[in-house]
């Protein structure tokens, strides 16, 4: 059972340039979270989503940023005209169900650099 | 407001001691906790988690953590540290809600 698979791994992006992560989940799960971590800090909570539905939003930018989770295909994390701000480790989890008793499981994470 | 605290930055042990990583939490209703560990450069593994229950959850790595209600933590602790066990670990919890909220993480360093 192939674990959470993200692409690219490393992502270098000039400023005002858009920047897509991929996500494809655990086979069998449904549920998929996107995470962003600055260096030397914790992951702070991004989106939720759920097979064509977001689920919780409430701590992805107003602006520039969005997600989807398409019926088919993998998860995909947007950031339109990125800034040198953006510049972070952004991982995405999945869960089997969105109960707060499942565990989420990690993918490798996308490093993007803005420059 | 939910939160969770990691007290410290960093934790320093000699292999083949036991360790112990502080949590301490603050949620609303039930807490669900979970430990985490990431290794540089990569995405983080899960270690175990208490949902309810017995005390002591045991976990991936020889692992466990106690959860004390009264005292709000849920410290994960190992009876002998091995130097392989060297990297971020990071505690969250849960209290019902979708988000996962985070600590800031301890950098566990074990030395031959």
């Known amino acids: 059972n192939a674990g959470v698979m993200q692409n690219p791994r490393h992502l270098v992006r000039r400023r005002g340039q858009e920047a897509r992560l991929r996500c494809s989940p655990m086979k069998g799960h449904s549920h998929v979270y996107w995470y962003r971590q600055l260096p030397e800090e914790g992951l702070k909570f991004m989106v939720y989503?759920?097979?064509?539905?977001?689920?919780?939003e409430s701590g992805m930018p107003k602006e520039r940023f969005s997600a989807e989770f398409p019926k088919e295909g993998p998860s995909i994390l947007r950031i339109q005209q990125v800034v040198r701000g953006d510049s972070a480790a952004y991982f995405c989890?999945?869960?089997?169900?969105?109960?707060?008793?499942?565990?989420?499981?990690f993918g490798p994470g996308t490093r993007l650099t803005v420059t | 407001a939910q939160s969770v605290a990691q007290p410290e930055d960093q934790v320093n042990v000699a292999e083949g001691n036991p360790l112990t990583v502080k949590c301490t939490y603050s949620?609303?209703?039930?807490?669900?906790l979970f430990w985490y560990v990431q290794y540089p450069n990569r995405g983080l593994q899960f270690l175990l988690k208490?949902?309810?229950?017995d005390n002591l959850v045991k976990g991936s790595y020889g692992f466990e953590a106690e959860f004390n209600k009264s005292q709000t933590s849920f410290h994960l602790k190992k009876p002998s540290a091995l130097v392989s066990d060297s990297a971020l670990y990071f505690c969250a919890v849960r209290d019902g809600n979708y988000q996962l909220i985070w600590g800031a993480g301890t950098k566990l360093i074990i030395k031959p």
């Open positions: 949620v609303s209703g039930n807490p669900y």
């Open positions: 989503l759920q097979k064509e539905n977001i689920i919780d």
């Open positions: 989890a999945s869960s089997v169900q969105g109960a707060s008793s499942y565990e989420q499981y």
């Open positions: 208490y949902i309810t229950g």
